[in-house]
């Protein structure tokens, strides 16, 4: 399985970006999948995730109301579109696969996905 993580960028306060997270195989649509992001001298932090179906969708507090996650199981890609982005959301963003198929909710811990993408660099300017 590879994950490809892109569109990310340099945006200024209050602008928008969105991410894609394309995998290879034929299982995605059998996975949840989450975003994590890791900025400088900081660990790595949960941002959201999403289950297999869609129908479930987690976030962490503070990216709720201005980050979506989404999933086109026909693409084999998950998406981040982020809004309103704040000089504290500057980081590389990664993409990662639940370890288990058909979980109902997966969150926020990262021992609970085994692949990874490369990650995308995201700079707001304030």
């Known amino acids: 399985v590879q994950l490809q993580a892109s569109g990310g960028g340099l945006v200024q306060a209050g602008g928008s970006l969105r991410l894609s997270c394309a995998a290879s195989g034929r299982t995605f649509s059998n996975y949840g999948m989450g975003w994590f992001r890791q900025a400088p001298g900081k660990e790595r932090e949960f941002v959201a995730s999403?289950?297999?179906?869609?129908?479930?969708?987690y976030y962490a507090d503070s990216v709720k109301g201005r980050f979506t996650i989404s999933r086109d199981n026909a693409k084999n890609t998950v998406y981040l579109q982020m809004n309103s982005l704040k000089p504290e959301d500057t980081a590389v963003y990664y993409c990662?696969?639940?370890?288990?198929?058909?979980?109902?909710?997966?969150?926020?811990?990262?021992?609970?996905?085994?692949?990874w993408g490369q990650g995308t660099q995201v700079t707001v300017s304030s």
């Open positions: 990662a696969r639940d370890r288990l198929m058909f979980r109902a909710a997966v969150v926020g811990s990262a021992g609970l996905y085994d692949y």
């Open positions: 999403i289950n297999w179906s869609g129908g479930s969708t």
